[in-house]
Structure formats: structure tokens, C-alpha cells
């Protein structure tokens, strides 16, 4: 299990993450709201393979984080300004992020 952050803030448009290993990532609120893991943003499968949802609008320029709420032990789910709220991040998948932006 990927263990949480040390700490998270929001500095300016940016959520800053800081990782018991040392290491620190910045990932902007259109990022994250582009890679929002959420139904709403990424569809979901029906049983038949049938994809529903992820269809909507892809352009989130101007969209900030207004806050997070805790999941559990393994994530957190981000609040936006354009209303979006339903996607959870795992450490995980904020870690596999922070990679993404390093070319890693």
C-alpha cells in the first residue's frame, strides 16, 4: 500500500504534495481535473463492455481546486470550481501523476 503524503497545500493553483520518501509534486487543478479517475470523467463499462459517461468537456483552463476531503486511509477526493467533486485520488494514482509530470 502506497503510504499518504506528509502533507498537502494548496499553493496558488497548484496542490503541493509532499512524500515520506522526499520527494515533492506540484500538480496544477486542470491537471488533476483532466485526470479526474471519476465516472463522470472517464466513463465506466457496463457488463456487456458498453462504455457510458467520459464524454464531457475536456477543456478545464480556468478550473481551480477549492478543497479535499480524506478517503479513508488511501486517498483523497478534490473539490473544484466547476462543481466536479465525485473522483477519488488514491496515493497511488497521485503518485503515478507526479511520475507522469517528470517523464518518469
Known amino acids: 500500500m502506497t503510504p499518504p503524503p506528509l502533507d498537502i497545500q494548496l499553493i496558488g493553483r497548484e496542490v503541493a504534495l509532499r512524500w515520506p520518501d522526499g520527494r515533492e509534486d506540484y500538480l496544477t487543478a486542470e491537471f488533476l481535473r483532466t485526470r479526474s479517475p471519476s465516472a463522470d470523467n472517464i466513463g465506466e463499462r457496463d457488463i456487456f463492455g458498453q462504455q457510458y459517461g467520459g464524454?464531457?468537456?475536456?477543456?478545464?483552463?480556468?478550473?481551480?481546486?477549492?478543497?479535499?476531503?480524506?478517503?479513508g486511509n488511501y486517498g483523497v477526493a478534490f473539490t473544484f470550481s466547476d462543481?466536479?467533486?465525485?473522483?477519488?485520488?488514491?496515493?497511488q494514482y497521485l503518485l503515478a501523476l507526479g511520475e507522469e509530470l517528470r517523464g518518469e
Not at 462543481?83 to 496515493?91: A, P, Q, R, S
Open 55 to 71: 464524454g464531457g468537456p475536456k477543456n478545464f483552463s480556468n478550473v481551480e481546486v477549492q478543497g479535499w476531503q480524506p478517503v
Open 83 to 91: 462543481g466536479h467533486k465525485t473522483g477519488i485520488y488514491t496515493w
